[in-house]
């Protein structure tokens, strides 16, 4: 079975400081690719960032950086200088395998980040 | 507005009546994904469908539920007999279908669906 794991569904942090937030998550597939999405109280989902798992190098964009750790299946999320409008529920997802499924988005069950003036 | 359109943004129906939910994909997009967000859960995949195919529907409850992506027109996400169970925020995305697992998807608003 695929799963993701996100041991935080809560954290704060203050603004312009810098946070990590951690996702784990298992599969027997070689292939696939890691995502995190944002979801502000507006409920639409944003996708943050993107990295593809034959890829040693760390995704980065702009405030946004992720730990990607294949051989502890890991991938975790750096948000630096925080600012007000990060504040959001996260969530860790990815997409395996290369025949069935490979389409479906598998999601943890998010953290919620609430960024502190 | 290029983006995934959703709607209605919420909607709210008594047990028992039916539910449509309409998902317009981004413009070039083929590739259209339902998902369901149960509250203070994450998004589950509930079905995958291009123009006039539902090529994975391996996520939908057995029964009440039906999706179609016709050749004019938006997706239709369709729940008949609605019950409690049902309350959750939908979610449509889209990709362009290029063949690459890792092809972004790009998600809506989401439709609230309250149920009374």
């Known amino acids: ?117 | 507005n290029a983006g995934v359109m959703q709607n209605p943004r919420h909607l709210v129906r008594r047990r028992g009546q039916e539910a449509r939910l309409r998902c317009s994909p981004m413009k070039g997009h083929s590739h259209v994904y339902w998902y369901r967000q149960l509250p203070e859960e994450g998004l589950k995949f509930m079905v995958y469908l291009q123009k006039e195919n539902i090529i994975d529907e391996s996520g939908m409850p057995k029964e009440r539920f039906s999706a179609e992506f016709p050749k004019e027109g938006p997706s239709i996400l369709r729940i008949q007999q609605v019950v409690r169970g049902d309350s959750a925020a939908y979610f449509c995305a889209s990709s362009s279908g290029t063949g690459s697992i890792g092809e972004p998807q790009h998600f809506g608003d989401g439709t609230r669906l309250s149920i009374l």
């Open chain 1, 1 to 117: 079975a695929q799963t993701v794991t996100q041991s935080q569904p809560e954290m704060s942090v203050q603004e312009a400081e810098t946070v990590t937030l951690s996702c784990t998550y298992d599969t027997s597939e070689s292939n696939y690719y890691l995502f995190w999405y944002k979801q502000p109280p507006s409920r639409q989902m944003i996708l943050v960032i993107r990295q593809e798992a034959y890829k040693q190098q760390n995704a980065t964009e702009n405030r946004f950086s992720v730990n990607f750790q294949k051989a502890a299946k890991s991938f975790s999320l750096k948000i630096s200088d925080s600012q007000l409008g990060d504040t959001a529920m996260y969530f860790c997802a990815f997409i395996a395998g290369s025949g069935a499924g490979s389409y479906q988005l598998t999601f943890g069950k998010g953290t919620k980040l609430s960024v502190i003036p």
